[in-house]
């Protein structure tokens, strides 16, 4: 039988919690459903501001990137145009 919580975990026979997504449930009974849901939402959820500033940080990476791609091409074709191909006279 799979865990009845996680879905992915082996339960056992005799239980319908695999052992991690029973630790939860232990945590549960002991500080509260509320708190351990609002503690878990603090930690692992980003806030809507965060996310904005992560964003933000990306898109920046991302310009940057290239900025430096149109940079290196430009310069590319510039040395390609200072480059002339002499003729070999034998």
């Known amino acids: 039988m799979y865990c009845y919580l996680c879905t992915e975990k082996y339960a056992g026979l005799f239980t319908a919690l695999c052992p991690s997504c029973h630790k939860i449930r232990h945590l549960q009974s002991v500080y509260g459903a509320d708190r351990v849901l609002e503690v878990l939402q603090r930690v692992l959820v980003r806030p809507v501001e965060k996310q904005q500033i992560k964003e933000n940080d990306e898109l920046k990476i991302e ?10 091409r430009s310069s590319n074709k510039k040395e390609n145009k200072h480059l002339t191909i ?3 006279h034998h």
């Open 63 to 72: 310009k940057e990137k290239l900025e430096a791609t149109i940079v290196t």
């Open 86 to 88: 002499t003729p070999h």
